[in-house]
């Protein structure tokens, strides 16, 4: 991949060491933030940009940053989710692995904006390579002192730490990350109150997602306004797209939000593998609802796909094609989120392990009549019913497959 970010895009070249880095220019933006722009400024810069969370939530980000109160007795923190578990995704290893710098100096610019002083990257437990070579580009940050307590000789200070996670996807949800990083069990907290106010050991917590933070350098670097000029006007710039299944070049590619679902898939990843037809994509990870192969013709964002009742999400996009069953896709689906429920809520815990149950007995050709209404009365019961979008996350795959592919889950009912 020639370019992972915005800022690389624009001519911020990046590399694993420090000295490639600072060679391409690195940390120009965050010597600009804190030697020419007060924190205000930084902000208000962001939210111009229009930079909405990379993580699948869409937030902004800017606006995210302004809920974390000015004024506290109480340290503030930040926490930099590199937990890339959703089925699907792989774009943020890029970012930690080939531009580690990129995403320091995006955690040095918003925690300069917000006034934090202590920041984490909680990292997936398996990414044990990335997680090294991250630690080391941390490292070499300290040895130029541009982490540490007098960052660029203003007297601002900040250290950053790397944080393993165990490897449970649903740490990858932001209540549930906090409760892994204070040591205990991941499970999600209610909300409210949101982290902005009480987060990371009960203080105020900003959390980004890696390829969010990784656009913060580019923005401050040449404004708001370019930005937002390769984008969406509500949307601003580029995103990472990573293209997984039967395509002729499947990988990752930074393209501006809004390109079209067909585009990416034909023209950027080369089309399908000779001898295969387009079926199904799933957009943006495996939580997110599938399309069919005539509903490719939409802008890749998040209010387009909103709008079909999918969702962008992480960016994942996955391709199936016409040799694939949609059974096997299902089956795939409903044993990870089965797997991987952390059981505090209990339509989770016991309804995907219903649908996994259900599931399987179609795979195994004994479905039962009534099982495929069963599968949506079930998966209509999970979503919108737990604390965390985890519930959501196990239930829109299955009824995206069971209301656009019905007839292929038909055809596995063992009938009298």
């Known amino acids: 991949m020639d370019s992972p ?17 600072l060679e391409g220019g690195g940390y120009r933006a965050a010597r600009k933030a804190f030697l020419e722009m007060t924190p205000a400024a930084v902000l208000d810069e962001v939210k111009k940009a229009n930079l909405r969370g ?8 800017g606006l995210k940053w302004g809920f974390v109160p000015a004024r506290t007795d109480k340290p503030k923190y930040l926490c930099v989710n590199a937990d890339e578990g959703e089925p699907g995704t792989f774009k ?16 040095l610019i918003a925690s300069y904006a917000v006034g934090i ?7 997936r437990g398996e990414y044990e390579r990335i997680a090294r070579r991250l630690e080391a580009a941390v490292a070499e940050a300290y040895g130029r002192k541009i982490l540490g307590p007098d960052v660029f000789g203003t007297g601002f200070a900040l250290d950053l730490a790397v944080h393993r996670g165990a490897g449970s996807y649903i740490c990858g949800e932001e209540t549930a990350l906090l409760e892994s990083l204070e040591g205990k069990r991941g499970h999600p907290r209610l909300k409210p109150p949101f982290p902005a106010a009480v987060g990371l050991f009960g203080a105020p917590t900003v959390i980004n997602n890696v390829e969010t ?3 913060v350098p580019g923005i401050i670097l040449h404004g708001a306004d370019r930005f937002v000029g390769l984008g969406l006007p509500g949307d601003g710039g580029t995103r990472l797209f990573g293209v997984s299944g039967p395509v002729v070049r499947p990988g990752v590619y930074e393209l501006p939000i809004g390109t079209s679902l067909r585009e990416i898939i034909f023209t950027q990843a080369g089309g399908m593998l000779p001898g295969r037809k387009l079926k199904a994509v799933i957009p943006g990870g495996l939580s997110a609802p599938v399309l069919r192969a005539d509903e490719i013709d939409l ?16 960016g994942g996009i996955i391709v199936i094609d016409d040799k694939s069953s949609m059974l096997d896709v299902l089956l795939r689906a409903v044993r990870f989120y089965a797997h991987e429920s952390c059981g505090q809520c209990t339509p989770c815990r016991l309804g995907t ?12 050709e004994g479905g039962k009549p009534d099982d ?12 919108g019913r737990t604390l965390c979008p985890m519930g959501d996350a196990a239930a829109m795959p299955v009824l995206g497959i069971v209301q656009k592919f019905r007839s292929e889950l038909e055809e596995a009912v063992c009938r009298p």
């Open 5 to 21: 970010t915005f800022a690389r895009a624009l001519g911020l070249a990046g590399g694993p060491s420090i000295e490639v880095y």
């Open 54 to 61: 990379r993580g699948g939530a869409g937030f902004p980000a």
């Open 92 to 107: 943020d290893r890029y970012i930690l692995g080939h531009d580690p710098h990129l995403l320091i100096e995006g955690i």
């Open 117 to 123: 002083h202590q920041a984490f990257v909680y990292i």
């Open 213 to 215: 933070l990784a656009n």
């Open 299 to 314: 802008a890749m964002s998040c209010d387009a796909l909103v709008c079909v009742e999918s969702m962008l999400g992480s």
């Open 353 to 364: 392990q219903w649908l996994r149950k259900i599931v399987e007995r179609l795979a195994a």
């Open 372 to 383: 495929i209404d069963e599968l949506a009365r079930l998966a209509s019961g999970i979503k």
